[in-house]
C-alpha cells in the first residue's frame, strides 16, 4: 500500500487552512506559517498524523470492529459514500441523526423497520393495501432509506469514527467520545483538534485533499480486512462475534502460558498454589440451616 508523500500532498492543496480571522488557537501547533492572510498547514506533520490514524484504524478492524464514515457536506457526498462502500466500511452521508450512536437502540428499530419495508416492497406484500397506504409506506420507506442506508447492516455500535470536517460534525464527535469510542478526523485551522483522538490536519473543504486523505485511509481498512481472520462481518454478525470469543480465549491461553513459564522458576510453585485456591470456592463445615416452611399462611421452622 504506498504511503503519499509531501509532493502528493501539495498537488492536492491539503495545506490550505482557512482565513487567519477563522482559526481555533488549538490548532496552532499544526499550523507551518501564514501567506496573504491564509494559514498554511505543515504537511509533515499531516503525514505523521496520517500514519498514527492508520496504525489505529488497522487495530479496530483487526479486533473484528467496524468504522464509521461520516461527511455531510455536499461536495464530498459520494466520495466519502464510495471509499467506505470499497473497503466495507459503514457511513453516514446525509444529516446526522442525533442518538445514532447515543441511542443506538432506537435507531436499530428504525433499521429493523426499514428492512420491513423493503421486504414487504419486493415480496408484493403490500398489494393488499390501499393505494394510499401504499404511497405512504413507499415514503416512509424512502425516507428511512435516505438516511440510514449507510447503516442498514451496523448491527453494533462501531470501533471507530473517520469525519471528514470535525467542526461540522460535531455532534457525531460528542457522542463517539461520550461513549469512548475512537475518533479519527480531517481537522481544518478552524477545529479544535483536542476532541479527536488521532487529528488529521488538512484542508477538509477541497475535493482532491479529502479524495486522497480517504482513499489512504479506504487502503488500510481493505488491508487490514484482508489480515483479519473476522473479515466476514465488521458489523459484528454470529460469526464475528464467535471468531472474536475465539480469538479473546486464545489470548487469554496465551497470556496464562506466559504466566505458567514465568512462575516455572524460583517460587512458582507457591505462586501456583496461590492462584488455584484463590479460584476455588469457599466451602463452609457448619451445615446451612433449612429455610422456613409456609403451611395454611404460618411459617413452621423445620
Known sequence: MPQPQLQDLLEAGVHFGHQTRRWNPKMRRFIFAERSGIYIIDLQKTLRQLEAAQDLLRGVVLRGEGVLFVCTKRQLKLIIQGEAQRCGSFYVTERWLGGTLTNFQTIKRQIKRLKELE????????????KKEQLLFDRERVKLD??????????????ALFVVDAKKERI??????????????????NADPDLITVPVPGNDDAIRAVSLITGVISDVITEARRQSPLREAAGGGPQAEAGAAQAAAQARG??????????????????????????????SHHRRPPAPRREGGVFCEE
Open 254 to 283: 496465551d497470556r496464562r502460558a506466559a504466566q505458567d513459564r514465568r512462575d516455572s522458576g524460583s517460587g512458582g510453585i507457591e505462586r501456583w498454589g496461590r492462584r488455584l485456591a484463590a479460584r476455588l470456592p469457599m466451602r
Open 172 to 189: 457525531a464527535v460528542a457522542e463517539a467520545n461520550k461513549l469512548g469510542i475512537a475518533v479519527v478526523a480531517i481537522v481544518d485551522t
Open 119 to 130: 421486504q414487504g416492497a419486493a415480496d408484493g406484500e403490500f398489494g393488499n393495501y390501499t
Open 146 to 159: 435516505k438516511y440510514l442506508s449507510g447503516i442498514k447492516n451496523m448491527n453494533r455500535l462501531p470501533g
